[in-house]
C-alpha cells in the first residue's frame, strides 16, 4: 500500500511569485484536504476536494485555490505570495465520510 | 469558530515517568483524533475516539474522549524516549469531516 507522497519536499520563492505543490493520496482514498502549518502550530484547513470538486474550505483567501484529478491526485496553488503564506503545506487522504485522513511528509515553503 | 486547547504546550520529562496531555474545547466534535509529528514530517495518526466516555489503549498510551464530546486526554505510561514529538489532538466537524487542530504538544523525553 503506498502512502500519501508529496512534492517538492522544499521550495523558496519570492513575495508576489505563484507556486504549485502536489499530492498523490494514498492507494484507494478518494478525498484529499490541504492543511497549512506554520511553525510552532498545528494545522490549519484549507480546503478538500472529492470527486474533483471542492468540498469544504477553511478561512484562506482565493489566491489559495486547488484541483483534483480522476486519479485522485492534487494540487494546491498559492497566487501573490506573501511572507505569512511560509509554512509547511500538508495534504492529507482519506476516504469519503470518514474521520481519519493520513497525512504526507509535507512541502516546506519559504517565501521571501 | 471552532478551537482545540491543549495542555501543556512543552513538556520535558525522564524516561519512566507518566504524562497526561489534555485537549478542550467549548464545542463538540463527531470525533477526535490525536497525531504524533516528528520534525520535518507530516503527523502519523495514533487514535480516533467516537463516542463520549470512550478509552482506547495503544500499548502504553490511553486516550480518553469526553462524555460530552469536547475533550480528551492522552496518558502515556512509562514514558520512553521514542515517545519524544508533537503531540496534536484534532477534531472533526462539518461535511467535509475536516480537522481543526490543537496547537499541538511538544514533548521531550529525557534518558
Known amino acids: 500500500e503506498t502512502g500519501v507522497t508529496q512534492s517538492p519536499t522544499h521550495l523558496i520563492k519570492t513575495r508576489g511569485q505563484q507556486v504549485t505543490l502536489r499530492c498523490s493520496s494514498q492507494?484507494?482514498?478518494?478525498?484529499v484536504s490541504w492543511y497549512q502549518q506554520a511553525l510552532g502550530q498545528g494545522p490549519q484547513f484549507i480546503f478538500q476536494?472529492?470527486?474533483?470538486?471542492?468540498?469544504g474550505r477553511g478561512n484562506f483567501p482565493p489566491r489559495f485555490s486547488g484541483l483534483q484529478f480522476p486519479n485522485y491526485s492534487s494540487e494546491l496553488n498559492v497566487n501573490a505570495l506573501e511572507l505569512d503564506d511560509s509554512a509547511l503545506y500538508l495534504c492529507?487522504?482519506?476516504?469519503?465520510?470518514?474521520?481519519?485522513?493520513?497525512f504526507g511528509p509535507g512541502t516546506r515553503l519559504t517565501v521571501l | 469558530t471552532q478551537l482545540l486547547e491543549q495542555s501543556p504546550q512543552f513538556l520535558s520529562i525522564q524516561e519512566g515517568e507518566n504524562l497526561t496531555v489534555y485537549c478542550n474545547s467549548s464545542?463538540?466534535?463527531?470525533?477526535l483524533q490525536w497525531y504524533r509529528q516528528e520534525p520535518g514530517e507530516g503527523p502519523v495518526l495514533l487514535v480516533t475516539?467516537?463516542?463520549?466516555?470512550e478509552v482506547k489503549k495503544l500499548k502504553r498510551l490511553t486516550f480518553q474522549f469526553g462524555d460530552a464530546r469536547k475533550d480528551s486526554s492522552l496518558h502515556i505510561t512509562a514514558a520512553q524516549t521514542g515517545d519524544t514529538g508533537l503531540y496534536l489532538c484534532?477534531?472533526?466537524?462539518?461535511?467535509?469531516?475536516?480537522?481543526?487542530f490543537g496547537s499541538g504538544t511538544q514533548l521531550t523525553v529525557l534518558p
Open positions: 492529507a487522504s482519506s476516504l469519503a465520510l470518514r474521520n481519519e485522513q493520513f
Open positions: 484534532a477534531g472533526t466537524s462539518g461535511s467535509a469531516r475536516q480537522l481543526t
Open positions: 476536494y472529492y470527486r474533483e470538486e471542492e468540498n
Open positions: 464545542s463538540v466534535f463527531s470525533s
Open positions: 475516539v467516537v463516542t463520549g466516555g
Open positions: 492507494s484507494g482514498h478518494n478525498t
